[in-house]
């Protein structure tokens, strides 16, 4: 069976990223360097706004897909394996997260973080340790969208070729105009834009 690679128009993927076997990557989403995304056995899907952010590792395992939700940052890293990320979630720094894992919308799983298997996570948690477990709640949408629009900038400006999105008056208007807007959606539906 050959690969079956969706990536959409809008969406940016790093030269340097692999990506194998049957993965989706929806509008904005962001691939970055030296990621390795290997779905032998199951489906990969990265969601609207999701960034898989540099030396990242996704695998499946036979009927366990890896799911990675919108407006989701899973940052430098990381390995995901056999299990589903909500929308609106923030992965720390070298964390793991394993086989048939659950992690909430809303949350925030900190670095260097293990869950183990089966983990489930309610949504709008703060989940640190090895093993992991849930120290606090709290509604982390806002902030985690903020972090994934940092990166749906910084694809588009990559592809553009420019490297320094997050310089200068251009990026400054840009973060005040965004920061105003998600301010406004947020407070306003309470479920994000």
């Known amino acids: ?54 030396f990242v590792m996704i695998h499946t395992d036979p009927g366990k897909p890896v799911i990675v939700g919108a407006y989701t940052s899973v940052t430098h890293h990381v390995t ?14 070298n964390a793991t997260v394993y086989n ?12 260097h973080a293990y869950l ?5 996570v309610p949504d709008n948690s703060i989940v640190v340790g090895s093993p992991a477990k849930v120290i606090a709640t709290r509604d982390n949408r806002l902030p985690n969208r903020i972090n994934a629009e940092f990166y749906m900038r910084n694809g588009e400006c990559y592809a ?3 490297h320094r999105a997050w310089a200068g008056p251009d990026f400054e208007a840009w973060f ?3 920061m105003q807007r998600l301010q406004g ?7 994000g834009a």
């Open 1 to 54: 069976m050959t690969s079956q690679i969706e990536i959409h128009p809008t969406a940016y993927v790093h030269p340097s990223a692999q990506i194998y076997g049957h993965v989706t990557i929806g509008p904005r989403a962001s691939i970055w360097c030296n990621a390795v995304i290997r779905a032998e056995t199951a489906h990969v899907e990265i969601h609207e706004g999701a960034n898989i952010q540099d």
């Open 116 to 120: 183990k298997d089966g983990t489930k």
């Open 80 to 93: 995901l394996h056999g299990c589903t990320i909500g929308d609106h979630c923030l992965i720390g720094i």
């Open 185 to 191: 959606d947020y407070a306003v539906n309470g479920t």
């Open 100 to 111: 048939g894992s659950h992690v909430g919308a809303g949350s925030i799983v900190g670095q």
């Open 176 to 178: 005040a105009a965004t």
């Open 160 to 162: 553009a070729g420019n």
